[in-house]
């Protein structure tokens, strides 16, 4: 056989596989459409089975519940009557009216009963609930009576009775000592049980049964004719479903479901031909459908395989074509170029099989197709006019491409185009010869992104030979060492020693070059200018196939910036802001290493714990700026006393400690704390203000008092607190009567934070009188704190403490509330009744709305401002605050008398008296204790009420205790006076018996 007959032969096997694949897919299509339609209908038809079966448990459960309210209500009857017939069995029994009323009213209004009897223990009917007394002839179930005289329990008996029509319930009769005494039965009716089944179900859609605990069939539609055994389920107390046909019933879905509270099961039948009739019918047409969908999709099928068989006989006529052009070409065809031939207008008729491994396309793809159908999508700069324009002149192109392959990669051709003439010299195709030339365009690219990285990366990059002989910089290398190119080619990296590191360092460097081929890490180098300056250097040697190496690669980076930046953050972890003294943290720190200095070298270690003063005093005055400043003079005065191999640090706001170490003589310690506070007591100049402010210093010692850190410090604070109580501007060695007093300290701030909310505050009342009549015309509120743990907390104790912690504010506005409604009360005892005077802490009124809580707390009291007086601190003044000026004028409108408590103690000025709506001065116990003893104090007090008089001020004498002193204070005419003289702070009850007497009360009563 010929190749050519070879060939044809081939082709048309081919053929008739196509046409039986095509034929055989469309086979196997049209079967998985069926299977598909099949798996669908049987999935349909398992969800109506399943919707059947949930259905048939729902009416069930309905049913069971319907059976057993009918016979709750009849047992419910039957419970009553047993009762009655307990009671009086005799006399109703010889009693046959009363009792046929008795169950007539028992059993009243039960539709569902056929009769009610009652039985004696012989099983004889005595009475009947339809019958008259004297025609009774009905016989009750006899299994029922069988269950009853064998088993006479006081319960509930369910049994079938002799007719088919009613379903018996009995229980015995017991009297009251317990003796059987008869029984009752009554008997529902089962058609009224098969009414309630139907109702809401539709007709001939459900068959139902009622089962008694043995299968015993109480209730017997129709339809059923037979019991079956349920005492499987009774015992498992489930719901039960099963499928399969029984004998002489149509193949159905029976429900089991268990009446509540009762041994009765109801069975629910749903026919299945009722179940699947709705189904079949759609599943019938669906077939029908898919039939004729079948059909149609095989015609289609058939017509698809003539187009194939058409397309492939011009295909192949194709390659013929193409087969003859080869054999022509072989030249041509073993070409390492492409070469693509086109016809006049640029349509491809033949291209080589380098073509199709540059492009990814064959002949057959690309036969009548322009070349353009290579052009990538990415800007192109061939010149395709002066290409056409070349070519219609009968010349030679040459240039370059930028095309695409089948597979979307990019890729470059050169090409040579030129065209192909026939004997008449007429133009009739076009020759393109055309070579790859990605890889030396990627190569260029390369080369050129290379050289531009080189060039403007941020980093030096530094290149030597073998020799470490410079061969090239880069830019940012002449930027960050000075040197300009040729000023260092040909010469070592040496030029950029700076001598910090010795020649162990550079042959550590050299020899793991040599081991791994690469080097990195932190280095000082030297500018051109001389400048030593941090960079990170990174070194990789380049090597041939053979190991040797021919080249280093060097990249570094000026880190200068970044070790100055890492000095900060290390400097603002361990140095406080304000005053570049070490924070906690460094303390912490240090206190550690010295604690294990000391212990090395046996010495002792000191910590002082400085505590300022009255800075808040400062801060609220003067404002936190000048704090500043004062907190940046105590540290440098504090640092120039102490050694150089001492610690002075800050903990946080006016809180400062003294780590002195190697400590052998304890007079070292108290030469350096007299010289602290002498130091820090001196004034302070802050911005044209003069501020005085002291320390009170704690002092521990390791490892007397403590063997670590934190008890150190907590000793330290705890000796410091004590030296504040003591008076201020002291220095306390810690003992343990001191630590525990911190420790009560705290417990009875833990205890502070509750006392609200327990309700242990209570106010107690001072009486003041007028000095000229004795008579009651104030009072001055004072809180008393009785707390479970710790007893009597006196207001000594408790005031600072609430001060330092801010629930001043909270118990402040509680004894404002308190006191206003107290002084309310006391109008019913008196038709003047006196004034309250409530004691309001700075802390108060450092918010902007004291003058609406003292509005509010009036409006909600009903207190008139003309019987309130508050009593502020001269402090508060000072502060010369335009806010609090503001509040207190706001107060005084209100007709709030405002009082100065213990004046002459503090900066007695007659500039805020005059600038400030002020109304009393209380001139403090301390004068009136010394009145009578002491010239000086006497004469404080005769200036405060002379100055008091003529800026037309009330002035109170307060801690009046002796005639004497009450004598003099109203010889010097004292406007009004408190005291024990008079009475001590009394509780609320008494305090009302003061108001109904007018005045204080005598010491007997």
Request: with cysteine.
């Amino acid at each position: 056989m010929s190749a050519k007959e070879t060939s044809i032969s081939n082709r048309g096997d081919f053929k008739a596989a196509a046409r039986f694949d095509v034929l055989f897919i469309g086979f196997l299509f049209t079967i998985l459409l069926w299977v598909v339609g099949f798996t669908l209908a049987w999935q349909s038809f398992q969800y109506e089975k399943q919707n059947a079966i949930a259905h048939t448990k729902s009416v069930g459960t309905r049913l069971a519940h319907h059976s057993a309210l009918s016979i709750r209500n009849v047992d419910l009857a039957l419970i009553r009557t047993t009762n009655q017939f307990a009671k009086n069995w005799k006399g109703l029994k010889d009693n046959p009216i009363e009792a046929h009323e008795l169950l007539a009213t028992a059993f009243a209004g039960l539709d569902q009963l056929k009769d009610v009897v009652v039985l004696d223990l012989k099983g004889t009917p005595i009475y009947s609930y339809r019958l008259d007394y004297d025609g009774i002839d009905q016989e009750p179930a006899e299994n029922l009576m069988v269950e009853l005289f064998l088993k006479p329990e006081k319960r509930l008996f369910i049994g079938k009775v002799q007719s088919r029509n009613a379903i018996g319930l009995g229980r015995p009769i017991y009297d009251y000592h317990g003796s059987l005494k008869g029984y009752i039965i009554a008997e529902i009716l089962t058609d009224y049980l098969k009414k309630i089944y139907q109702l809401g179900v539709e007709e001939n859609q459900h068959n139902f049964a009622l089962y008694g605990y043995s299968g015993q069939l109480f209730s017997i539609p129709n339809s059923y004719e037979r019991a079956y055994d349920i005492s499987s389920l009774m015992k498992k107390k489930t719901e039960q479903v099963t499928l399969l046909p029984r004998e002489q019933i149509p193949a159905a879905i029976t429900s089991y479901t268990k009446v509540p509270d009762y041994d009765l099961v109801i069975a629910t039948d749903t026919p299945y031909a009722q179940i699947i009739e709705g189904w079949y019918e759609q599943t019938v047409a669906y077939a029908i459908i898919g039939i004729i969908f079948s059909i149609l999709l095989l015609w289609s099928v058939y017509q698809v395989q003539g187009s194939l068989r058409q397309l492939r006989k011009e295909n192949t006529n194709r390659r013929l074509a193409e087969q003859s052009l080869k054999k022509l070409s072989l030249a041509v065809e073993q070409s390492p170029v492409s070469v693509v031939i086109t016809d006049k207008k640029g349509n491809i008729e033949y291209v080589n099989p380098t073509f199709t491994e540059n492009t990814g396309y064959g002949l057959d793809e690309v036969y009548g197709q322009n070349p353009r159908i290579l052009q990538a999508d990415k800007a192109n700069t061939t010149d395709y006019k002066d290409m056409w324009d070349t070519l219609a002149k009968g010349g030679i192109w040459r240039g370059e491409f930028c095309n695409k392959r089948k597979d979307d990669s990019i890729f470059w051709e050169s090409a040579i185009i030129s065209p192909i003439k026939d004997d008449q010299d007429h133009t009739t195709h076009y020759l393109a010869v055309k070579e790859d030339i990605t890889h030396r365009k990627e190569t260029a690219a390369q080369l050129e992104l290379a050289a531009a990285v080189f060039e403007t990366a941020t980093e030096a990059i530094l290149v030597c030979d073998s020799e470490t002989k410079i061969q090239t910089v880069n830019r940012s290398f002449t930027d960050i060492t000075g040197y300009e190119m040729e000023e260092v080619i040909g010469k070592t990296p040496s030029i950029l020693k700076s001598g910090r590191h010795d020649k162990s360092f550079y042959n550590e460097m050299y020899s793991q070059l040599l081991n791994t081929g690469t080097w990195a890490g932190e280095i000082w180098n030297r500018r051109k200018n001389g400048e030593i300056y941090p960079q990170w250097l990174s070194i990789r040697a380049i090597q041939d196939e053979a190991g040797n190496i021919l080249r280093y690669i060097s990249l570094f980076s000026d880190i200068t910036h970044r070790k100055k930046t890492e000095e900060r953050i290390l400097y603002q972890a361990n140095y406080d802001a304000l005053t570049d003294l070490p924070n906690r943290s460094l303390f912490r720190d240090r206190l550690q290493r010295a604690i294990i200095r000391a212990d090395r070298e046996h010495k002792k270690v000191a910590l002082l714990f400085i505590d300022l003063d009255r800075f808040k005093h400062v801060n609220d005055t003067l404002g936190h700026a000048a704090g500043d400043l004062l907190l940046q003079e105590a540290a440098r005065r504090l640092t120039s006393i102490v050694r150089k191999s001492d610690t002075v640090a800050r903990l946080g706001g006016d809180e400062f400690t003294i780590i002195i170490q190697d400590l052998d003589d304890f007079r070292l310690v108290e030469t350096i704390v007299e010289k602290l506070l002498e130091s820090l007591a001196l004034p302070y100049e802050l911005e044209n203000n003069v501020a005085f402010v002291s320390g009170s210093i704690g002092i521990t010692i390791y490892p007397n008092d403590a063997s670590n850190v934190t008890e150190l410090l907590k000793n330290a604070d705890a000796a410091m607190y004590q030296a504040k109580e003591n008076g201020r501007n002291l220095s306390q060695f810690f003992t343990k009567e001191m630590n525990d007093q911190a420790n009560e300290r705290r417990k009875l701030e833990t205890a502070l934070h509750q006392a609200l909310e327990r309700e242990e505050f209570v106010l107690h009342y001072q009486p003041i009188v007028d000095a000229a009549t004795g008579k009651l015309v104030s009072c001055e509120a004072l809180l008393r704190w009785h707390q479970p743990e710790h007893g009597n907390v006196f207001p000594d104790k408790f005031i600072p403490l609430a001060e330092d912690t801010g629930l001043i504010v909270p118990i402040g506005e509680w004894v404002l509330m308190k006191a206003c409604r107290e002084a309310v009360i006391w109008s019913k005892y008196s038709d003047h009744p006196p004034n309250v005077s409530v004691n309001m802490s700075s802390r108060q009124f450092q918010r902007d709305n004291m003058a609406t809580l003292i509005k509010n707390t009036l409006k909600e009291t009903g207190l008139p401002g003309e019987r309130l007086n508050l009593e502020i601190t001269e402090s508060l003044l000072v502060s010369n605050d335009d806010i609090i000026l503001k509040q207190l004028h706001a107060i005084r409108d209100m007709g709030v008398a405002l009082s100065i408590d213990d004046f002459g103690t503090g900066y007695s000025s007659l500039s805020y008296l005059r600038r400030f709506p002020i109304t009393t001065l209380k001139i403090d116990r301390a004068f009136i204790f010394d009145l009578t003893t002491d010239p000086e104090a006497a004469g404080v007090v005769s200036a405060i009420l002379s100055m008091a008089k003529s800026l037309n001020l009330k002035v109170v004498g307060e801690g009046v205790e002796t005639a004497e002193q009450l004598f003099q204070l109203r010889e010097e005419k004292c406007d009004f006076i408190q005291g024990y003289h008079y009475s001590p702070p009394v509780p609320v009850e008494a305090f009302r018996i003061m108001v109904k007497k007018k005045g204080p009360l005598n010491p007997d009563e």
